[in-house]
Structure formats: structure tokens, C-alpha cells
């Protein structure tokens, strides 16, 4: 399928690796002129390398952290009038809430809520003059599905999804949709650190706990980055304009509701 969005440009927060990196990869095979944003210069020169290299179209990149008025600045400076926008942050470990203060909480909101907020007001309106835009969020499954040991994540990220609702509903109108999508448990980076934070509390070892998690989901196994990224280039898609304000589970079957 031709997904129509040949020749746009896309800011891809968390782009060098992981689910931010595989809607990258996605989003420039279909001819998109992407540029990654993430932290680490290192890491960010070798993936927009190894997406050039496989699909054949430059990819830019730029050392830029989500949470900092200074990092939304240095990424837009990279890709000043993006039609497609990924938010993409990497959610805290586990613990108790007793153990959270106000700055970790502070620090939750910036990474997954507030950060994410302030890039859709810098591109949306650009997006709604130009006729096209997608916003795409990726969340977690836990705005859905809460787990108690992942409170900073639950309560930040829903907090987006929230303020998603409304604005979704006003930019549809422009060709300007914004979506969610809610991945469950994925192979990546941040499902290791994840685990690595339940060690202390579970009394078991990393492989045990890797391989528990993995069976208990009806799919028998974690998802690839690749099946989100995807998802993301489709809603992204000139075909999805009449999808807007949807948080989409990508979660193997692990959510047990109808709804």
C-alpha cells in the first residue's frame, strides 16, 4: 500500500532506537524526509546512518531532550515545519508511590505529559495552514490498563491522553489528526530497564522475570518494534485523516477488556 506521505517531513522524538527508531525506519521508506531527535549524539548519528543506509533516504538528527524548553528549540531548529510529529519518551522505573517525591514527579510530567504538550503547540498550527498533519503519541498500554508499580507513567501519561481528547477534535476538521498508540510489552531497551527495576522487589532473576513476562501474554512473546513502527507509518498515512483522538492498543492480546 502507497501510504500517500511521500515527500512530507517528520520529527521523531527517541528516534535512535527502540519503538521511536522503528517508526523512523517506517516512516522513511515510505519516502518521508525524516530527522531523530533523542539525547545521545552517539547513538542518534548511528541510527540515522543505518536508516539511511537500508532505505536510501538521508535522515537528519539533532541532540535534542524533550523535556527541556532548550531541547523542543533544538529540535525544531532541525526540522522547523515537520507535517508528522512522533512523541516518544522513555517512562521511569518501577516503585512505590510512597517513595516519589515532587520533583519525581515534576520530571514524569516533563518527560510524558508536558514536553509532549508544548511540542504539539509549536507544530499545530503550521500543520492546520498547510492542510496536513499527524501527531502521533506513543503511551504505553498503562493509561488503560494502570499497573501499580508504574504510578509516574500511569498518571503523566494519561495526562496527555486527556488533553489529546479535546484538541484532536478540533484540528480533524484541517486534515490534522492526533492519536496515541499504546504498546504492551515490546523487546526493547526499556522493557529491559523495566525489569531490571522489578528485580529487588520480585526475588528473582532477570531471565526469569523476562521469560514470565513473556509467556503470560496470549501472543506467547513480546512485541517488535518493527509491528509498532508499522502502526505509527499508518497513522500517519494520507488513507487515516478520519481517525483522530484513538488510543490504539498494539499489546498482543494482554489487555483483558472488551472495550
Not at 538521508?58 to 524533550?66: I, R
Request: hydrophobic residues 40%.
Amino acid at each position: 500500500m502507497d501510504l500517500g506521505i511521500s515527500g512530507k517531513t517528520a520529527l521523531v522524538f527517541g528516534g535512535s532506537r527502540g519503538m521511536g527508531k522503528a517508526c523512523a525506519l517506517r516512516l522513511a521508506r515510505e519516502g518521508v524526509a525524516v530527522t531523530i531527535a533523542a539525547r545521545n549524539p552517539q547513538t542518534l548519528e548511528q541510527a540515522a546512518a543505518e536508516i539511511s543506509r537500508e532505505t536510501g533516504i538521508g535522515v537528519g538528527w539533532v541532540s535534542a531532550d524533550l523535556t527541556l524548553p532548550q531541547g523542543r528549540d533544538a529540535a525544531l531548529a532541525a526540522c522547523p515545519h515537520p507535517d508528522i510529529l512522533i512523541n516518544n519518551a522513555d517512562g521511569p522505573l518501577p516503585g512505590d508511590f510512597r517513595d516519589w517525591s515532587r520533583e519525581d514527579w515534576i520530571a514524569a510530567l516533563d518527560a510524558m505529559m508536558l514536553g509532549p504538550i508544548d511540542m504539539i503547540r509549536r507544530v499545530v498550527d503550521g500543520m492546520v495552514e498547510r492542510r496536513f498533519g499527524r501527531i502521533v503519541n506513543i503511551v504505553s498500554r498503562s493509561v488503560k490498563a494502570p499497573h501499580a508499580e508504574l504510578g509516574l507513567s500511569n498518571g503523566a501519561r494519561s495526562g496527555l491522553v486527556g488533553f489529546v481528547g479535546g484538541l484532536a477534535r478540533q484540528t480533524v476538521r484541517h486534515n490534522v489528526t492526533i492519536n496515541n498508540l499504546l504498546p504492551g510489552a515490546f523487546a526493547t531497551d526499556a522493557q529491559t530497564r523495566h525489569i531490571q527495576g522489578m528485580l529487588e522487589q520480585s526475588g528473582k532473576t532477570f531471565e526469569q522475570l523476562w521469560d514470565e513476562r513473556a509467556r503470560s501474554n496470549p501472543a506467547g512473546r513480546y512485541g517488535r518494534p518493527e509491528e509498532l513502527g508499522a502502526l505509527c507509518a499508518f497513522v500517519c498515512s494520507a488513507h487515516a485523516g478520519y481517525m483522530t483522538a484513538q488510543s490504539l492498543l498494539i499489546d498482543g492480546g494482554g489487555y483483558p477488556g472488551t472495550y
